[in-house]
């Protein structure tokens, strides 16, 4: 069997009890070829799911034409109403791979409408799982993906979004705001040649000053829009500006930056540390945590970036 006929998915996406449809195939030990885990008829049992991540097998892969199929059983787990009996790893899991998905198509068609509107519908959904009492963080990291696509940084800087406002004490609505907020901040890389954006050696200072245009991009594709407030559109505008004024676009200082916008700051370095670039590997969450210390007051709003540590110190032991 060829690997590039198959793709992979995150077992923390699959229910116990209910047959998602499609065959399942794994990686055999020790090489590249995929055999059948459990053909589509059969459902998972939860000895099944406990089995494989003893193993360590957080991916498993199905054939690229059963790809609409999943996309539609992730979307039923990730937006009904009835959450009950889904478990809440389940339902993170599957909505990140529904952010991923939609935020890749919309971006891909650089329909603003469409983007905006799905950033909003998924920003709803994101700010339920993340506010939910028995939520644990830890189990989110394990089902991101930590790629380098301007789609997965947007939705895992969502997520994180979402969690720092919610364990700031914003109220619910504006936690669906900031991760709608969180969704978008990016969006103004669309504009920028991928070539730049995943280029792997030093950039040139002409292709720097094309990468620190994103912000303002952004915010002018946003800026008219009435569904979108003011601090979502200050996450586009300042999220890379920093409180000793020399950030960009603008180099404005401390209380000149939205607070959603330095809550912003603070998880987009964490995402860009720990994931994985054209030019390095990503770092340990610790270290990265480490790196962004230095910058605490400088860089970085000390009482968020002190809250984003408690959070993920917590998580890191888990
Ligand atoms: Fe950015």
Known sequence: MQGVDYIPISVATLLPTQAVGLDLYQQEADSERLVLYRGAEFPLSMDDLERLRGRGINRLF???????????????????????????????????????????????????????????????????????????????????????????????????????????????????????????????????????????????????????????????????????????LLMAYQHHERLDGKGYPVGCVESDIHPWARLCAVVDVFEALTSQRPYRTPMPRSKALMLQQRDSGTAFDPEMLACWKSIIQRNLAT
């Open 62 to 232: 199905i054939s690229k034409e059963s790809r609409g199929s999943y996309q539609k059983y992730l979307r039923k787990i990730a937006t009904t109403s009835d959450t009950s009996n889904i478990p809440l790893t389940a339902r993170s899991g599957a909505l990140n791979e529904v952010v991923r998905d939609v935020l890749n198509a919309a971006f891909a068609n650089d329909n603003l409408d469409q983007t905006v509107s799905a950033a909003e519908q998924l920003g709803v959904l994101a700010a339920d799982i993340v506010t939910k009492d028995e939520f644990a963080a830890s189990d989110l990291f394990r089902v991101l993906h930590h790629d380098y696509a301007t789609f997965t940084h947007s939705a895992n800087v969502a997520f994180y979004c979402g969690i720092l406002a919610a364990e700031l004490g914003y109220e619910r609505e504006d936690i669906e705001r900031i991760t709608t907020g969180g969704l978008l901040h990016d969006l103004g890389k669309l504009e920028i040649e991928e070539e730049i954006l995943c280029k792997p050696g030093r950039l040139s200072e002409l292709e720097f000053r094309r990468i620190r245009m994103h912000p303002a991009l952004g915010f002018r594709k946003l800026a008219y829009r009435e569904d979108l407030n003011e601090g979502q």
